[in-house]
């Protein structure tokens, strides 16, 4: 490979239209590639099929600088490419906690065949350890000089763009020093700007990723048991939560007690995780990220149990406001969004749902067509009996007491975010309710008959 090497994006989701674009801003000629030819289309037009903050104009630029195109043929891509990036998804199989790998293995049976000349391929979508060294023996069976590295990917939705040009480390699992090399010189601006380059095995660069997501979600889970504790021994979790993450050792990332996590990475990824070890015989090392799952999913039924306790133990025929349906801010992914769970928990219960979000709305509406949706946040909050914020975009979070008068029928909110601020609620006259703080007469009455 001489000069600059040419290339291929295969997928085009989250994580392969991110990585095509800023691959191209970076000045590499990119082709993206995806069997959804009305999703290529959208693309080459201009028009991203995610929200995703900065990813259009990025993508724009690159289309008028001729840098990136997307295109339905992997024949195209074969001829076209130096390095080609696997950024398939890998999403959890229907009825098993594994990942279904059916993308990821059709990319490199299609690939691999029409590939005559040396090249590297680079996987970057998460996978179950193990993957990567069968995936390089097939690869190399099909094409000699075709050879394999593994390039975990660790950015968030909300914030991809920034995440891809400016990674806090890049991790590559080769099995060349070739590899390394061309690794080495596409990723030449972010290394030079700080990245740290971490050159490893193909398995340890899969474990990177699986155990990166699986601390995460271990971090939320763990304030989130501590907000359980909180609720029964009549603490603050935000305020140990500060604690915490005063200390330099624990730091203060990821302890943001609420309803938690969701999406489409932290809550497969951990379950794919966990499946995988036991298929290697070391179930018990990751039993824990069980516990991990269980504590985020509780955290849900809760929220629900809150909305009841302030309905005054009744939701049937109740009309309660659902602030929020992303799984998190700053994205439009309703993939396991701990918001939608709540939403139809409490329809589930009786209560007459109406759900806001200001950008998932179309999405939450596809994925959970049985919910009611309105279109402002007035409109979702006009009658309602309990108001729950689920999702803390900056419209919810600046929510004030005063901006509810008059639309609300009774004034009682449910903080499961623990984004505003309580004292402010309470003074304007609101039954205000937050995860992880015993206030409700249910919990002082609990704490009344201990035994201490
Ligand atoms: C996550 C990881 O953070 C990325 O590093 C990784 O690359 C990505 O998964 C992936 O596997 O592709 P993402 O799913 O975009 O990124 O979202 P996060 O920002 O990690 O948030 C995940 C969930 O945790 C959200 O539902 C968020 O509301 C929740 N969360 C986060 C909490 O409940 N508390 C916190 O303190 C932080």
Not at 149 to 174: K, M, Q
Not at 255 to 278: H, M, N, Q, T, V
């Amino acid at each position: 490979m001489s000069g600059e090497p040419r290339l291929t994006v295969l997928g085009a989701g989250y994580l392969g239209i991110t990585h095509a674009a800023s691959m191209a801003s970076l000045g590499f000629d990119v082709l993206g590639v995806d069997t959804d030819a009305a999703r290529v289309d959208q693309l080459n037009a201009g028009h991203l099929p995610i929200y995703e903050p900065g990813l259009e104009e990025l993508l724009r630029a690159g289309l008028g600088a001729g840098r990136v195109r997307f295109t339905t043929s992997y024949s195209e891509a074969a001829s076209f490419g130096d390095v080609h990036f696997i950024c398939t998804g890998t999403p959890q199989q229907p009825g098993s906690n594994r990942a279904d790998l059916s993308q990821v293995y059709a990319c490199v049976a299609a690939l691999a065949p029409l590939l005559d000349r040396p090249c590297l391929v680079v996987g970057k979508s998460t996978v179950p350890v193990g993957t990567a060294r069968r995936l390089a023996a097939e690869l190399s069976q099909a094409c000699p000089g075709a050879e394999l590295a593994w390039n975990p990917e660790f950015l968030r939705e909300g914030s991809a763009v920034a995440d891809t040009l400016a990674p806090d480390r890049i991790v590559v699992g080769v099995t060349s020093g070739r590899a390394e090399q061309i690794l080495r010189q596409l990723y030449a601006r972010p290394l030079a700007a700080g990245a740290a380059f971490i050159v490893t095995s193909l398995e340890t660069a899969e474990l990177a990723k699986a155990a990166a997501n699986a601390f995460l979600a271990t971090k939320i889970s763990f304030i989130n048991a501590m907000a359980e504790i909180c609720e029964t021994a009549g603490g603050d979790v935000r305020d140990l939560a500060q604690i915490l993450g005063a200390d330099p050792r624990i730091g203060p990332a990821f302890l943001r007690a609420g309803l938690g996590y969701g999406g489409g990475c932290l809550p497969k990824d951990i379950r794919a995780f966990s499946a995988r070890a036991e298929e290697l015989g070391a179930g018990a090392s990751l039993a824990f990220l069980r516990e991990v799952d269980a504590i985020n999913l509780r955290r849900r039924a809760r929220t629900a149990d809150l909305a009841l306790e302030l309905a005054g133990g009744n939701l049937t025929g109740v009309p309660v406001c659902v602030l929020g349906a992303a799984f998190k801010p700053g994205s439009d992914d309703v993939r396991d969004s701990p918001a939608l769970d709540v939403a139809q928990i409490l329809t589930g219960m009786g209560a007459r749902v109406t759900v806001y979000d200001p950008a998932a709305l179309e999405n939450a509406r596809r994925a959970r067509p049985e919910l009611s949706y309105a279109p402002t946040l007035a409109d979702a909050a006009q009658g309602a009996h309990v108001v729950l914020l689920l999702t803390e975009w900056p419209e919810f979070t600046a929510l004030t007491p005063a901006s509810l008068e008059g639309i609300v029928a009774r004034r009682n909110i449910i903080d499961a975010r623990n984004a505003l601020d309580p004292a402010r609620w309470r003074e304007a006259g609101w039954e205000y309710r937050a995860l992880g703080v015993a206030e409700d007469a249910a919990d002082r009455a609990r704490l009344d008959a201990s035994p201490w």
